[in-house]
């Protein structure tokens, strides 16, 4: 079973920039598809952004597409979330996920492990 730990969120200005990084232990990421989900109060959890086993293919909410950027560091065994000109409905509690390499990224379903999360707070 593998744990994952998030770190990096905090409270920011709109248009600031913030990373999130998803660190693993207990299993290697290297062969699992990587998401980030965050879910506001009173909001349904949605998908932000996961990438592929190897890096080389990432999927953007069209919400945050343009300003974030998901990667992965597989000798790290961690995954970053880079999130930048934030808007105050960013706003959110961000949680990382694995799945395996042909789930439906989008799905929160096809996730199995997750973090804690971070909280992600932006000001207007």
């Known amino acids: 079973q593998v744990q994952l730990v998030e770190s990096g969120g905090g409270l920011v200005q709109a248009g600031d920039s913030l990373r999130l990084s998803c660190a693993a232990s207990?299993?290697?990421?290297?062969?699992?598809?990587m998401g980030w989900f965050r879910q506001a109060p009173g909001k349904e959890r949605e998908f932000v952004a996961a990438?592929?086993?190897?890096?080389?293919?990432?999927y953007y909410a069209d919400s945050v597409k343009g300003r974030f950027t998901i990667s992965r560091d597989n000798a790290k065994n961690t995954v970053y979330l880079d999130m930048d000109s934030l808007k105050p409905e960013d706003t959110a509690a961000y949680s990382c996920?694995?799945?395996?390499?042909?789930?439906?990224?989008?799905?929160?379903?096809?996730?199995?492990?997750w973090g804690q999360g971070t909280q992600v707070t932006v000001s207007s």
């Open positions: 996920g694995t799945a395996h390499p042909f789930a439906r990224y989008s799905d929160y379903a096809e996730y199995d492990s």
């Open positions: 207990g299993r290697t990421l290297n062969t699992m598809t």
């Open positions: 990438i592929s086993a190897s890096g080389g293919i990432t």
